[in-house]
């Protein structure tokens, strides 16, 4: 692979965010003493940095602070929570959890990423510790949830293979556990556990991370062909379950994906991951773990904008990378095997598994889990979860799977199901369930325009000129967000929004159906009248002159509205 220019071996002295990692005593800094402060609902810059490493932001509601600073008031600052779930399963107990402690703490709503965990936002510095004290009781924690470490390990939801499903969801734990931060510092701090000091002991050492752990956030997944459910090539590394005659023979390894990149710096941009070979169930740990470490050494501690691991095999090519990572393991990976992907979406309603047990996938819109007037869409998930003995399995698309449901329980939930309106996908359109969008406004501090909050009235608008071309019934994805971080995976999206200003966007086109293929920048810093002035032509086109089961994003790159993207480096081009 030719080398990028535009991503350079490190020069420079490291970043400050280095100077904070390495003087945090492993993660401790002054956070108690922070939360500790009655002066300010805030914590100091350098904690706030390292609070993300035991899966917190600090944040403030975007929506006041113009006016909270007329009145000379500091901003309305919160804490936005992000549990580690592993896989994206939890118990019906784990639910219940975090419905209650989001009413007591939080704002009274819940998110489902899209890394299959759940995030809560508004809790106030002096409820912090009660929050992380109440999950902890449930089993759950938000431990590496954020910060320069390994995140949660994305895994499969797969309804249709429960028994691959529950392997790939063994592996997804022991990999979150296994590059874990080793650091008591989380348990010290939000648990109350006492610091045990004994000199005869050496200095606590991280073995995996080191003292500066890794130079950016890292981010390993677990797909399961034909089902790309996860984004695999949007991962640091990506793991492609192969399965022959219904048993596990290993993983193709995908390395270097990653979506994130800033406006108007060429040297950044997202990239798709890149099939390095194949191996074995039982050397999975080993080789992800060198990997991450081969990002640790090498990974860029000058500039954090090209500190991914994507930049770091860029700067050195693929076969540096084979190389330094057969060195560290001590054999070579076997050749890749094949592999075929045909869709990043979800499967919707009851679908029976191989165990026997029922699965049911509802759709919820941007992952938002609240109660409105015309739709109570939390209680409905309390009241289910209160008679459910299976659990819930987060979709890596912000979607609930009720999985494993017996006969017995199917019909009792079903009737809550329609008791509550619940939607499994069938009564929105197609354009819709394919739709996803980041937080971004009020509380994502990096947010340039809404996501969240607009993209369902944007879709209320293509669905009229959809039905209008008759495509109503074609599966179409759309992603959104608010900056081009890519939270929600924007870059992969057959018609793609990043947030530019308020109200203005860049639209691309041309991602793959399967994710398998980035999409291109088509119109820069456009509004809603054009964005749907732009759109309406290319769809009504797409629907007289496209080829039998041609996708939306194929078709544009046929037409020559863009051209197609198989690697970051011709992103920008």
């Not at 108690?32 to 805030?42: G, K, R, Y």
């Not at 759950?140 to 949660?152: F, K, M, Q, S």
């Not at 890149?274 to 081969?294: N, Q, S, Y």
């Not at 456009?526 to 002035?533: F, H, Q, S």
């Amino acid at each position: 692979m030719e080398k990028n220019k535009t991503a350079p071996v490190q020069e420079g002295p490291p970043s400050d965010n280095e100077r904070i990692k390495r003087e945090s005593s492993y993660l401790r800094g002054t956070i108690e003493e922070s939360l500790a402060d009655p002066l300010t609902a805030n914590i100091t810059a350098d904690d706030a940095q390292l609070t993300k490493f035991h899966g917190s932001y600090m944040q403030d509601d975007r929506d006041v602070r113009n006016e909270r600073r007329k009145q000379k008031l500091e901003p309305a600052y919160s804490f936005m929570v992000r549990v580690r779930l592993p896989g994206g399963t939890a118990t019906p107990e784990q639910w219940l959890t975090m419905d209650r402690i989001a009413h007591e703490y939080g704002n009274g709503t819940l998110r489902l990423t899209t890394r299959q965990t759940f995030q809560m936002h508004g809790i106030l510095k002096w409820n912090m510790k009660k929050n992380m004290q109440a999950m902890n009781e449930a089993m759950l924690d938000t431990i590496a949830a954020c910060g320069d470490v390994n995140r949660n390990v994305m895994g499969a939801p797969n309804p249709h293979e429960s028994d691959i499903h529950e392997e790939i969801q063994r592996y997804a734990k022991d990999i979150s556990e296994h590059l874990l931060p080793r650091t008591k510092a989380y348990h010290e701090i939000w648990l109350d556990e006492e610091k045990v000091v004994d000199s005869s002991e050496p200095e606590e050492v991280e073995p995996i991370y080191k003292d500066v752990y890794l130079p950016r956030k890292f981010k390993i997944g677990i797909a399961v062909p034909p089902s790309n459910d996860i984004d695999v090539f949007s991962q640091d590394i990506g793991l492609i379950a192969i399965v022959e005659d219904g048993s596990l023979q290993g993983f193709n390894i995908s390395v270097g994906g990653g979506l994130g990149m800033t406006h108007g710096e060429s040297e950044t941009y997202p990239q798709i991951g890149r099939v390095i070979g194949f191996c074995r169930p039982e050397h999975v740990i080993d080789t992800v773990e060198k990997l991450l470490t081969i990002q640790r050494d090498y990974g860029n501690r000058s500039n954090r904008k090209n500190a991914r691991f994507k930049y770091t095999i860029d700067a050195r090519g693929l076969d540096w990378l084979k190389n330094e990572l057969t060195e560290r393991l001590g054999w070579s990976l076997e050749e890749e095997r094949p592999y075929h992907f045909e869709h990043n979406g979800d499967r919707y309603g009851w679908v029976k598994g191989s165990n026997n047990r029922w699965h049911l996938t509802l759709f919820i819109q941007n992952g938002r889990i609240k109660d409105s007037e015309d739709y109570q869409l939390m209680t409905a998930l309390r009241e289910i979860a209160k008679i459910h003995t299976g659990e819930f399995r987060l979709s890596p698309n912000q979607n609930l799977i009720i999985g494993n449901v017996t006969s017995q329980k199917k019909k009792k939930i079903n009737e809550l199901v329609e008791q509550y309106g619940l939607s499994d996908g069938k009564r929105d359109s197609a354009l819709r369930r394919n739709a996803m969008a980041c937080v971004a406004f009020p509380t994502c501090g990096l947010a340039m325009a809404e996501s969240e909050r607009y993209l369902p009235s944007l879709i209320d608008k293509l669905e009229g000129i959809v039905e209008e071309a008759g495509l109503q019934d074609n599966e179409i994805t759309i992603r959104m967000t608010g900056c081009p971080n890519g939270c929600a995976r924007s870059t992969l999206g057959e018609i793609g929004f990043i947030g530019k200003a308020p109200g203005k966007y860049n639209m691309y086109l041309g991602g793959g159906f399967a994710g398998e293929r980035l999409n291109k920048l088509y119109r820069e810093n456009i509004g809603e009248e054009e964005i749907l002035n732009t759109l309406r032509p290319i769809l009504f086109e797409y629907a007289k002159e496209r080829d039998e089961e041609e996708h939306f994003g194929d078709y544009v790159i046929r037409a020559g509205y863009v051209e197609a993207v198989h690697s970051g480096l011709q992103f920008h081009d």
